[in-house]
């Protein structure tokens, strides 16, 4: 049953943390005050609060001067330690892999109720989360019984699943459970004089600061002798301290951007950077936007960070490595691009004593489009290597080449030596050699302290604690398996950022009891957050837990945390000398409401009473904060962080004070705040400098041209600014329809050149001889093949259908191409992939009306001819869907232009031509080949013509407006753009129809006329 916490040795409650602090640290004096190097333990409640508490003690002197011999010690280090000081096999503390691997093993070979889900991760994963939780706890036949009584069958099942999973822990070396280890370490501190004198000797007196201390913890303790006793300090703060100013935001992120604004005013005004906090109640979102805010603004800070030793470095390079090796494991080829691209992302790699390029050879992979499996690369990377050579000089590019191919088979040969790993030791064992062979023999990673700190646990993990579980079995041992295993282990332990002590302190509330700030910032303090919501667990409910626990620190329960938070919210602010408050009111995280949290203060009319005000933070708001009643002086809130941000924010208020450098950069705060066709949304004409884009530059293709009539300011980004917005993707699934054209138009070019080297081209309306469908088939086999040793063609099933779908089609596309597209009239084929204005191909020029003539350039897939010469056909080949084309060449809605450039360029390279006529043919088609043919205009000169009038006209302006077509739209640009691309289009749309009305008036001048 539980009981109150009670001490053999005297315990002083403490209200917050500076009196803590002040009573440790007197403590610690009077103990050394006849030995100022006389040893002295204090036990924490974690390594991270236990290291910022010593380091806080000593340099504040409040311990003396003495500062060696300052031992820290965790609960279950304590335990585990002084087993081992007395020879007993002690409890595993680095770490949950063994117990995890337990918990399978049980479910595998013993699961009882849990039979039916035991093959769901989640089960697992809870249950190792409780055996964790429930390790202070004793269990037995009679406590399962009793829970049983008290919480139901699904408790007493847990309860009785824990204690199989102990029964195993039992048969492993130094992994008993901390009960039996307790038993055996007290009757040896009992049975044995000289035990006691040496544990006395090595721990000195103990002074506790834990807050947590569980009943084994006490038994060993009450064990030791009087002298290595000393006292227990409990935080037991009772009122709610009133922070000196409370901001509601709107948001998480403004939360952080005010918290790290107010840290930089502290500082400022004389505050210790070491000597501030900022406190949040979870990590998520804060850990990384209050992270985010200190590295932008540029201040040192440690503390927790909202990343584990499973982002590091090594830890990301043992994780692709085993996803290669369980690719071997199940038979296929172990390097991908994905895969390979990801291992070369990792760092600095060595191969035989040098240094990989890592960098080139990632450009290398992309340059050279190597896609898919990494099994067919080596014989096109020996070509590629051969042609680049230059005279006996090999090239840069000849040099990457023949590195990958060095690359690919160390790599492959570690990889598969992994994978031939039968048991967990041979598998890790495999993986750290290779961990070790390519990212470990240069000392690049031992000048990072969390580089260093992920080896040290790797080598711990992979060399020494992994072959421990072949004797548990828990799951067939595979590289995906141990892969989960490390990447659980890793996850556990955080990041601790910076240097401890070394600027502003960032980190959980949790994990600041005990120590002292001056200057204190809170965020996140709304009700679900601060304190956390509290759930009981479906699978060991608050009953059972009070049953199974002896006194409250053996096992929480879902009231606790609500209790333990505020401990640690009250003594940290309640000891600052200044503290910030801040709580969000959207955006706000799972479980979070909008209600202010419980800890802070509320107004009330009772004059007794602290009132504390709460205000929306505002920026450029200088009034001060209002004050809770105390002296301190008036903060204003909040303060820029410099001299150009104050003159930024009385720009806003009053652009028309302000010289040139000022009032361009407040248009430019202004303009991200309200978006309008400006010159930062692709207006450049308020410029002066003309022009912005000289539409001769260069020759114009049908592309940039439809770039121009689907968005002008992603024309204006692309060909004029020249930035790519496209992302290189190293997963390719199926097929890219650029590399399926590329296919389908080289096999079709290369029929018509062999046809034509070999007489048999077919005349006028006349179908193609009966070898050519089966050419066509050789030739499109033997590009697809080309093309799939360099891994475009994506997963290989999905590429087998649609090569055969393409196969199929394409002697139906030779009787489609005779019936449908060479007749009526007939025409013949007389060339293909026709170039013009690029590629040595003939120039095509267009006079636009301001008399400009502008270049075009393309490429004619096919050009048709009749017997007379005076008709032309212009046959393009697509291969994607024809559902849309038919209606982007219609005159209202034109958003292609191929059939105007092509028409264009076949009237001047054939200039007795009188008729030329367009067509789209779509293959494969679903099996069924299909032509578009284009409208037939007048003059479709001139309608090229007027949509080039408009480029020119744009380029001489600087007007590239965004067009945003809503969430459909697939303008990259615009969709970074946003809602601003919006407001940038109606901007202009007002505009102009403000023009149109001014221009109806009697002697307006329009801005053409001006």
């Not at 807050?211 to 009087?226: F, G, K, S, W």
């Not at 990673?445 to 421990?468: G, P």
């Not at 104050?646 to 004070?657: I, M, W």
């Not at 204005?837 to 393309?858: A, E, H």
Request: glycine share 8%.
């Amino acid at each position: 049953m539980e009981e109150r916490a009670t001490s053999s040795w005297e315990v002083v409650e403490i209200s917050d943390a500076a009196a803590l602090q002040d009573a440790v640290g007197a403590r610690i004096a009077d103990i050394r005050a006849s030995d100022p190097l006389a040893r002295v333990t204090l036990l924490v409640d974690s390594s991270s609060v236990g290291g910022m508490l010593r380091r806080q003690l000593i340099a504040t002197r409040r311990c003396g001067p003495g500062i060696t011999d300052l031992q820290l010690l965790t609960p279950s280090e304590f335990v585990s330690q002084l087993a081992q000081r007395c020879g007993v096999p002690g409890p595993d503390v680095t770490g949950s892999l063994v117990p995890t691997a337990v918990v399978q093993s049980v479910l595998n070979s013993d699961p009882g109720e849990f039979a039916a889900v035991k093959d769901h991760e989640s089960t697992s994963l809870r249950l190792s989360t409780l055996l964790s939780q429930t390790r202070w706890c004793a269990v037995d036949d009679t406590a399962i019984t009793e829970v049983r009584d008290v919480s139901g069958a699904t408790a007493a099942a847990v309860v009785g699943f824990l204690e199989r999973c102990r029964v195993k822990l039992r048969s492993i070396p130094d992994h008993s459970p901390v009960w039996d280890v307790v038993d055996s370490v007290r009757a040896a501190l009992n049975a044995y004089p000289h035990l006691r004198a040496a544990a006395a000797a090595w721990l000195g007196p103990v002074v506790v600061t834990a807050q947590q201390v569980p009943t084994p913890v006490r038994e060993l303790l009450a064990v030791l002798p009087v002298d290595a006793r000393s006292v227990e300090f409990s935080l037991d703060p009772r009122q709610d301290p009133v922070p000196d100013g409370v901001l509601d935001c709107p948001d998480p992120g403004t939360e952080a951007t005010l918290a790290v604004r107010d840290a930089a005013r502290a500082i400022d005004a004389g505050v210790p950077p070491e000597q501030v906090a900022i406190a949040y109640p979870t990590n998520g979102p804060y850990a990384r936007l209050v992270a985010a805010e200190l590295e932008s603004a540029g201040i040192a800070w440690h503390g927790s960070a909202h990343v584990s030793l499973s982002a590091t470095t090594p830890a990301r390079a043992v994780k692709v490595l085993l996803d290669m090796a369980q690719r071997a494991a199940d038979a296929d080829y172990p390097i991908t691009r994905p895969l390979l691209m990801q291992w070369l992302g990792t760092g600095s790699i060595r191969l035989d004593g040098g240094q990989v390029r890592t960098k080139e050879l990632r450009r290398f992979v992309r340059s050279e489009s190597l896609h898919g499996s990494a099994a067919t690369w080596p014989d096109a990377l020996r070509r590629r290597a051969a042609e680049l050579e230059d005279d006996g000089n090999p090239t840069r590019a000849a040099e990457s080449a023949r590195q990958l191919l060095g690359v690919l088979s160390a790599l492959e040969q570690s990889v598969r030596s992994i994978a031939a790993g039968r048991t967990y030791g041979d598998l890790a064992r495999a993986t750290w050699e290779a961990l070790e062979s390519f990212h470990l023999t240069g000392r690049s990673w031992a000048t990072d302290d969390t580089e260093r700190l992920a080896v040290d646990h790797l080598r711990s993990l992979l060399a020494e604690r992994i072959k421990a579980l072949d004797d548990l079995n828990p799951a067939p041992p595979t590289p995906a398996v141990l892969a989960r295993l490390v990447d659980d282990d890793l996850g556990r332990q955080r990041i601790w950022q910076g240097h401890m002590g070394t600027g502003v302190y960032a980190g959980p509330i949790a994990e600041t009891i005990g120590l002292h700030f001056t200057h204190v910032i809170v965020v996140g303090a709304a009700e679900g957050l601060l304190p956390p919501a509290a759930h009981e667990d479906a699978l060991l409910p608050d009953a059972a837990r009070r049953r199974l626990r002896r006194i409250p620190d053996d096992l929480a329960v879902s009231t606790d945390v609500i209790d333990r938070t505020a401990v640690a919210y009250r003594s940290l602010v309640g000891a600052a000398h200044s503290s910030l408050v801040t709580r969000p009111r959207g955006a706000l995280p799972t479980g979070a409401t909008r209600t202010p949290s419980r800890f802070l203060p509320t107004e009330s009319g009772a004059s007794s009473n602290i009132r504390v005000m709460s205000r929306r933070a505002t920026f450029g708001d200088t009034r001060g904060l209002p004050q809770s009643g105390t002296s301190a002086t008036p903060a204003h809130w909040p303060l820029p962080a410099s001299d150009s941000d104050l003159a930024v924010a009385g720009l806003l208020r009053n652009p028309e004070e302000a010289d040139e450098g000022l009032a361009r950069l407040a248009a430019c705060e202004r303009s991200a705040l309200y978006a309008s066709f400006d010159n930062h949304h692709g207006n450049l004409s308020s410029d002066g400098a003309a022009p912005t884009w000289d539409i001769t530059d260069r020759p114009l293709s049908a592309t940039a041209i439809e770039e121009f009539l689907h968005c002008q300011h992603k024309f204006f980004v692309h060909r004029v600014l020249k930035f790519d917005t496209e992302e290189p993707s190293d997963d390719v699934d199926v097929i890219e329809p650029r590399h399926l054209g590329t296919v389908i138009h080289t096999a079709l070019e290369r029929l018509f050149t062999a046809a034509e080297e070999e007489g048999w081209l077919p005349g006028a309306g006349e179908p193609w001889p009966a070898q050519a469908a089966e050419r066509l088939g050789a030739l499109f086999a033997a590009e697809a093949d080309a093309v799939r040793a360099t891994g475009r063609t994506g997963w290989e099933p999905s590429w087998r259908a649609s090569a055969e779908l393409i196969a199929d089609t394409l002697p139906d596309f030779l009787d489609f191409d005779t019936a449908e597209l060479r007749a009526n009239p007939g025409l013949r084929p007389v060339a293909a992939e026709l170039s013009f204005g690029r590629d040595g191909g003939s120039d095509v020029g267009l006079t636009l009306t301001s008399g400009t003539t502008v270049l075009l350039s393309g490429a004619i897939d096919r050009l048709d001819e009749s017997a007379d010469g005076l008709t032309l056909g212009v046959l393009d080949y697509k291969t994607g869907s024809s559902n849309r084309l038919a209606k982007a060449l219609r005159e209202d809605e034109r958003e292609k232009v191929q059939d105007l450039v092509y028409d264009v360029a076949a009237r001047q390279l054939h200039p007795d031509a009188t008729q030329v006529v367009v067509r789209f043919a779509f293959l494969p088609n679903d099996g069924s080949p299909e032509a578009v043919h284009a409208p037939a205009l007048d003059d479709r000169t001139a309608v090229l013509t007027e949509i080039l009038d408009r480029m020119e006209e744009a380029g001489l302006t600087g007007d590239f407006p965004p067009f945003p077509r809503g969430s459909r739209d697939f303008c990259p640009v615009c969709i970074r753009l946003g809602r601003r691309a919006m407001r940038a289009a109606r901007d202009r749309e007002l505009r102009a129809a403000e023009e149109s009305i001014e221009g109806d008036r009697p002697g307006h001048r329009t801005g053409a006329d001006r």
